[in-house]
């Protein structure tokens, strides 16, 4: 016989995780919307109400016009690579091939370290002259490159890093959908003739959409909250060619010591995330097979 929680404790139980969600996640964004209508204040002068005075310098950025362009580039090149290769890892991993655990723990391994680590692994990787990328260009009689000193490669190479951390991650997702699916409808798909291909195109991907719309948005939000591997590997540069989001308000908020305008900055962030989040929702759920 099921016995109900007692309604004292699963309201303590309900009050906590509302408590710290309420006091790490929703409060710092209300006091960044609110930072976004003053200035900064000095030891000589408090800050003032200035209304959308911050919001007009956002239009008049041009280090933020190519900052977004960045951004957007950025999530463009990382978030189907990363999606199309765990999907593809799931794939290798559950057909039960030799050697799987191995297969799955070398998969896994980049999604464990952490992020100050595997951005020094990627240094000496894309070091020119001495890292690893420059002896393979040797090998096939090519000069060593700049990877992360050149303004068209820099934004490339800080993509690969996270869809090589990234992947890994998104692909136990999708080995669990994966083994989620009934085996007897691919056995129907069998009979009547069809090839694998077509299986995996007309059954296993539409009953994987539900994962896709869960990966796709958590891709979303890491694309635009990077700032460990840009401040370890180019810190932006050169010339702001790999500089994201996070890492200019980082930057504006903590060097230049503009809390007013990194406040401004946030809230664009948050606005501009929320919103593509529930498109992004909307275009994938419009198709979702749940049951």
Same mark, same amino acid.
């Given at each position: ?40 204040? !000095? ?57 799987? !655990? ?15 680590? $595997? ?121 702001? !060619? ?9 930057? $504006?908020?903590? !060097? ?26 909307? $275009? ?8």
């Amino acid at each position: 016989m099921n016995k109900r929680l007692p309604f004292g404790l699963a309201m303590v139980l309900l009050f906590i995780p509302c408590l710290l969600l309420g006091a790490f996640t929703h409060y710092p964004a209300f006091r960044a919307l609110q930072n976004s209508f003053w200035n900064n204040s !000095s030891s000589r002068r408090p800050s003032k109400f200035v209304g959308v005075e911050n919001y007009q310098t956002l239009l008049q950025d041009d280090r933020l016009a190519q900052i977004m362009l960045n951004s957007t580039l950025y999530a463009l090149g990382t978030i189907p690579l990363a999606i199309g290769l765990a999907i593809g890892m799931a794939l290798l991993v559950n057909a039960r091939l030799p050697g799987t !655990s191995l297969m799955r723990l070398s998969f896994f391994m980049p999604t464990m370290l952490p992020m100050i680590a $595997v951005a020094n692994i990627w240094l000496f990787f894309y070091a020119p002259g001495i890292g690893l990328a420059s002896q393979i260009l040797g090998v096939f009689g090519l000069p060593p490159i700049n990877f992360l000193g050149s303004t068209e490669t820099s934004l490339i190479s800080m993509m690969f890093v996270a869809v090589w951390k990234e992947a890994g991650l998104f692909m136990i997702f999708y080995l669990a959908a994966l083994q989620a699916v009934p085996e007897n409808l691919k056995d129907a798909a069998r009979l009547e003739g069809a090839s694998a291909t077509r299986i995996f195109f007309n059954i296993v991907l539409p009953l994987l959409r539900p994962t896709t719309i869960f990966v796709a948005v958590n891709a979303l939000i890491n694309a635009f909250r990077l700032v460990d591997h840009v401040i370890v590997m180019t810190r932006g540069g050169p010339n702001n !060619s790999s500089a994201l989001l996070l890492y200019y308000i980082y930057e $504006v908020t903590f !060097s230049q010591r503009d809390f007013a305008y990194g406040a401004t900055l946030t809230v664009l962030m948050v606005c501009l995330l929320g919103v593509l989040a529930a498109v992004q929702y909307w $275009v994938l759920n419009r198709k979702a097979h749940y049951q």
